[in-house]
C-alpha cells in the first residue's frame, strides 16, 4: 500500500466512525446510583478521540469540549452506547460529535442522555500540528453536521477573541 492510499486527501465520514460500549458499574457512579457525569465526560472524550485518530491517523490531542447536553441521568446496571463522527476537518483541528444512548439491559430499549461536540487537533510525536485529510459528507445528515461544525468554529473563535480581549483588559494576561 502505497503513502498515498494510507493517507489520502479525503475521508468519508463512515471511514472514521467509532462506536464504545460500556457498562455501568457502582465505581462510576454517584451515591444516588447515577453515572458521574466527569466519567461520561471521559467516555465521551475517548470515543470522540477514536474517530479523530482515525481519521488523521496520526496523534490527536482534545483542544475543546465545545458542548455537552447532559439529557438524562444513567443508572448503575445500564449499558452506555457511544457513537462519534468526524463532522468537520479544518487545517490541523477538527471536529467530532458524540451522541451518547442508554440500553436498559433487561428490555433492550435504547435512551438518548447525551450529546457533545470536541475539538481535537492532529500532532506528530514531537506536539508539531499535522496537516489533516479533509471530510468528505455523504449523506444529507453528514452534510448538514458538515456545515453546522463551520458555524460552531466561527462562534468558538469570536468567542476566543472576546474572552482574550477581555483578559487584556483586565490584566489577566501579558500583552
Same mark, same amino acid.
Given at each position: 500500500m502505497s503513502t498515498t492510499e494510507a493517507n489520502p486527501l479525503v475521508r468519508t465520514v463512515a471511514s472514521s466512525q467509532s462506536e464504545m460500549t460500556e457498562v455501568i458499574l457502582p465505581n462510576d457512579a454517584n451515591t444516588l446510583g447515577n453515572l458521574l457525569g466527569g466519567r461520561l465526560m471521559h467516555f465521551i472524550d475517548l470515543t470522540g478521540?477514536?474517530?479523530?485518530?482515525?481519521?488523521?491517523?496520526?496523534?490527536?490531542?482534545?483542544? !475543546?469540549? /465545545?458542548?455537552? /447536553? %447532559? @439529557?438524562? $441521568? &444513567?443508572?448503575?446496571? /445500564?449499558?452506555? @452506547?457511544?457513537?462519534?463522527?468526524?463532522?468537520?476537518? %479544518?487545517?490541523?483541528?477538527? =471536529?467530532?460529535?458524540?451522541? &451518547?444512548?442508554?440500553? /436498559? $439491559?433487561?428490555?433492550?430499549?435504547?435512551?438518548?442522555? !447525551?450529546?457533545?461536540?470536541?475539538v481535537f487537533v492532529a500532532v506528530d510525536e514531537h506536539g508539531r500540528r499535522q496537516k489533516l485529510p479533509q471530510v468528505q459528507p455523504e449523506t444529507p445528515d453528514e452534510i448538514r453536521r458538515y456545515n453546522d461544525a463551520l458555524l460552531r468554529r466561527q462562534? #468558538? =473563535?469570536?468567542?476566543?477573541?472576546? #474572552?482574550?480581549?477581555? #483578559?487584556r483588559n483586565t490584566g489577566l494576561t501579558r500583552v
Open positions: 478521540a477514536i474517530a479523530a485518530y482515525r481519521h488523521s491517523r496520526t496523534h490527536v490531542v482534545t483542544a !475543546a469540549m /465545545d458542548h455537552i /447536553d %447532559f @439529557i438524562q $441521568p &444513567v443508572h448503575v446496571g /445500564d449499558l452506555l @452506547i457511544l457513537k462519534s463522527s468526524v463532522n468537520r476537518a %479544518f487545517n490541523s483541528s477538527l =471536529e467530532v460529535g458524540v451522541k &451518547v444512548w442508554v440500553e /436498559d $439491559p433487561l428490555t433492550g430499549t435504547h435512551l438518548h442522555v !447525551a450529546s457533545a461536540y470536541l462562534h #468558538r =473563535e469570536s468567542e476566543s477573541a472576546r #474572552r482574550k480581549q477581555e #483578559r
